[in-house]
């Protein structure tokens, strides 16, 4: 059998495509190691948002092949980067980081067993496929048994900060044990949406194109010389309801991507060349795997795209732009998803990840506050407040147009609790911008909210701007904004005691409420005895900074 590890770095995004990679790796009949000295292939998933991110890639691409060579059992591994800094600079890191057996983009992670096939060679691959596997109760192999292995850093997921997001880096383990992966299985064993058998040996869809013809690629890294890069320009690739994916999340708790891309200009941001154009799933294609995903006990679906709001408009008849409201009356929207994931049995929660401001409109409030399953939590970027800011950033929205939402926001869906990013040390940021900002804090008082120093990104048009600031006034602003927003968060949480809460227990000990997404936001502290994966009502005790007491 092959043994694949992997190491998925970045946002719930590339979680995602990780999840895909392992489901096709799985549906291929090879196993899933989470002990790197176990593995024929090692795949890092890297991200390449921000330097922080590109920084923790390299270092983990470096690492592996350093611990590789280390040890004779790893004469042979093979090293394969994916993700977004292979979509974005292969070519670069091809020369850069020669030891990389292969590079591959966001078109290639269904292919990823024909590739590991190819990268191994078809005669390694045939030997290592025929042997048996030894008694490794840790090994996830494609007849969908498992051990208790423990996840350690080939299997592992690191959550690392994006400015279209969140606030901070959370390093996530996310466990290839029977505790979680296991329970992503089907009765007969296959992954979630899949099905068992490999259907299809896509090899000549994986090389690269130019001018839309193939152009042939080398077999072997001895024949090209160094590393094979199977990327792709421009990706197109969206998943489906039935797309092969391993969960790499808890039971209880799952990502759906619903679309792929981003169509917004941001000058700060790299996502549209890295990502793509914006292209939606269908509704029915979103829905049916919602209710699988109910059906097999998860309690909490939390909707992600590079633009949430965005769903569906690439798909209407007529011009869309980076301004249009959200209208049902002109196709399907994402009120028409949440209305039709809302009509779903079962008890679960519904959250909506990485909106625009650009894009809200009235009918999408009215459809929140209509939507039972719909947490009362909005996750919206806003970047910025001062019209100057908003104008260089190229954020399609005024100061007017962002306050006048916020309060219909809050009128139209009580108890709402409204996460927010914010970048500080743009080009051209004044000291009176800032104070803009930080009054504008003061006076909204977000629920959630994070704070990112900007990082000039290569290829930006903010990166070719005039004013750069100085790494020390980026630091001195953020740590205002951080405090302020400490303080705000306090009296947030003294607002909760003596409240009864409803809670979704993660671990022992630790649940979260509606106002709290994954890996992001603050916890809950309950009772170890209260079943994982499941609701209760708490009663809030005691507070810290970020976090409710129910104990």
Not at 99 to 112: H, M, N, P, R, S
Not at 395 to 416: F, Q, S
Not at 463 to 487: C, D, F, I, N
Request: hydrophobic letters at 40%; a neutral charge.
């Amino acid at each position: 059998m092959i043994k694949v590890g992997l190491i998925s770095l970045g946002c719930a995004k590339n979680l995602i495509d990780s999840e895909i990679m392992a489901g096709h790796l799985h549906q291929a009949g090879m196993g899933l190691t989470p002990d790197a000295t176990k593995a024929d292939v090692l795949i890092v998933n890297t991200c390449s948002f921000i330097d922080a991110a590109k920084e923790e890639s390299i270092e983990a691409i470096l690492k592996a092949n350093e611990d590789r060579g280390l040890k004779k059992t790893r004469k042979g591994q093979k090293l394969i980067v994916a993700g977004c800094m292979a979509q974005r600079f292969a070519g670069e890191l091809q020369k850069s980081i020669s030891e990389v057996d292969a590079f591959i983009g966001l078109d290639q992670i269904t292919k990823i067993a024909p590739i590991i096939t190819e990268v191994l060679g078809p005669e390694e691959a045939a030997k290592r496929a025929k042997a048996k596997s030894t008694a490794d109760s840790s090994v996830i192999t494609g007849n969908g048994t498992a051990g208790t292995g423990t996840a350690t850093a080939p299997f592992t997921s690191a959550f690392a900060p994006e400015a279209h997001a969140h606030a901070q880096s959370h390093s996530a383990s996310t466990a290839a044990n029977a505790t979680q992966l296991p329970r992503a299985l089907s009765a007969n064993g296959a992954p979630v949406y899949g099905a068992a058998g490999v259907t299809e040996r896509p090899w000549v869809s994986l090389a690269p194109t130019v001018g839309g013809a193939p152009v042939p690629l080398p077999q072997s890294r001895a024949e090209a010389g160094g590393p094979v890069n199977y990327v792709t320009e421009k990706p197109v690739y969206i998943p489906d309801y039935d797309t092969p994916r391993f969960r790499l999340t808890p039971a209880h708790m799952a990502y759906v991507k619903i679309a792929e891309g981003c169509n917004h200009p941001c000058s700060f941001c790299v996502i549209p060349r890295m990502r793509g154009k914006h292209r939606s799933r269908t509704v029915e294609s979103v829905v049916r795997e919602v209710r699988q995903l109910v059906a097999e006990g998860v309690k909490e679906i939390n909707l992600i795209s590079q633009d949430t709001t965005y769903f569906g408009m690439d798909m209407w008849e007529g011009k869309t732009g980076p301004r249009q409201p959200v209208d049902s009356s002109r196709g399907d929207s994402l009120c028409t998803l949440l209305r039709q994931l809302n009509a779903i049995e079962g008890d679960f929660w519904i959250r909506i990840l990485y909106t625009h401001p650009a894009h809200w409109s009235d009918e999408l409030i009215e459809t929140i506050a209509a939507c039972d399953k719909v947490a009362r939590y909005i996750d919206m970027p806003l970047q910025h407040i001062a019209d100057n800011m908003l104008n260089l950033m190229r954020r399609e929205t005024d100061r007017k147009h962002i306050v006048d939402l916020i309060a219909r926001m809050r009128a139209g869906i009580p108890g709402l609790s409204l996460r927010t990013t914010f970048i500080v040390g743009f080009p051209g940021e004044t000291a009176e911008d800032f104070d803009t900002l930080m009054d504008f804090i003061r006076e909204t008082r977000f629920e959630r909210m994070g704070v990112f120093k900007y990082s000039q990104e290569e290829g930006t048009r903010a990166s070719r701007m005039e004013g750069h600031l100085h790494h020390r006034t980026k630091q001195s602003r953020w740590e205002k904004a951080m405090k302020l927003q400490k303080e705000i968060a306090r009296d947030v949480s003294k607002a909760s005691l003596g409240k009864t809460v409803r809670v979704l227990v993660d671990r022992p000990g630790v649940a979260r409420s509606f106002a709290d997404a994954p890996d992001i936001d603050g916890r809950v502290l309950v009772d170890p005895k209260l079943p994982v994966g499941s609701f209760a009502d708490v009663v809030i005790r005691g507070t810290t900074d970020y976090d409710l007491i129910a104990r």
